[in-house]
């Protein structure tokens, strides 16, 4: 009878086990049936936060909505990155609401600043601590004196890298949003057509591709390209060093592409966003940043 017993209890301690395993109970309330299932949670985080709830902007001219309001004067209201302008509908205002765009975002972006000023700006904007970066410059890297005088590409990445580098050494989790490299082509396809911005023009915007707008001959021509590949080559930069951070999002050539006319075109310069330029730039930069997938 007693090795029966035995016996007994043996096999009911085998039940007990297999009923409460079936529970997902350990007998101790913690082991590793509960651990796991919180473990795949954190695997399935998402990296990329689409509702960012501050925003600091780096970058050159067009960040700081220059010649946007008034002629030869930057017009940081209208910056498609973090104005208060209505008509713009910056992308701060889209994300942050109107008060917290005003108290919560930050333009540390510079009129006339190339790539190798990004570092510093970098540095002035995580300060702030910002949830989100974005990165609109390399406009001024191509728009030299001359083609010879443009940025190499070996330059442009080291300073990217740089700037990138910066952010990450204060700021490993910040978001990074970085717009491609205008269509600066198309801006003299379009430009050209008015008088009055072939006239300023003359004054010595963007010499590399603008000087002497009329000038079909051959030589002027392959100026203009070497001007345009230079540019197709910053956007590939932007797009390799960004895709080596999980926190970077690049625009996919979103700003190169947008087939823009004169109405988005200040009408002081021809050359930088009018306010509905800088409208549609918030709105590109928006779609990207709140986008499911990147």
């Known amino acids: 009878m007693r090795k029966r017993s035995h016996r007994v209890r043996a096999a009911l301690t085998v039940v007990a086990a297999m009923v409460l395993g079936a529970a997902g109970c350990d007998g101790g309330g913690g082991g590793s049936p ?7 949670r954190a695997a399935r985080a998402p990296l990329w936060d689409r509702s ?15 010649d946007a309001c008034t002629v030869l004067s930057d017009c940081p209201e209208a910056s498609w990155a973090t104005g208060g302008d209505a008509r713009v509908d910056s992308l701060a205002v ?23 000023d990004l570092p510093e700006q970098m540095e002035q904007a995580a300060a702030h601590d910002p949830e989100l970066v974005t990165v609109m410059v390399g406009g001024n890297d191509a728009c030299r004196s001359s083609a010879s005088a443009m940025t190499s590409v070996a330059e442009f990445r080291a300073d990217f890298e740089e700037a990138m580098g910066t952010l990450r050494s204060a700021l490993p989790k910040t978001q990074v949003y970085v717009s491609s490299v205008p269509n600066l082509k198309r801006l003299w396809s379009e430009g050209r057509t008015n008088m009055l911005g072939k006239q300023v023009w003359k004054l010595g915007i963007c010499p590399s591709m603008l000087a002497d707008a009329d000038d079909l001959t051959s030589a002027a021509m392959v100026r203009r390209d070497s001007v345009q590949r230079r540019v197709v080559e910053y956007n590939k930069v932007l797009a390799e060093v960004c895709a080596k951070d999980r ?8 700003v190169y592409d947008f087939r823009f006319g004169t109405d988005q075109l200040s009408h002081w310069d021809w050359f930088h966003p009018s306010r509905d330029g800088q409208a549609e730039l918030a709105e590109i930069a928006y779609r990207r940043v709140t986008a499911r997938n990147p």
Not at 34 to 40: G, H, N
Not at 60 to 65: A, C, F, L, Q
Not at 248 to 253: L, S
């Open 52 to 66: 960012p709830d501050s925003i600091a902007a780096v970058g050159d001219s067009i960040t700081r909505g220059f």
């Open 247 to 254: 926190r970077c999002r690049f625009d996919d050539n979103a």
């Open 94 to 116: 889209r994300l942050l609401g109107a008060a917290g765009a005003a108290e919560r975002s930050w333009n540390h972006a510079v009129t006339g600043a190339r790539m190798a």
């Open 34 to 40: 509960r651990a796991e299932p919180t473990k795949a």
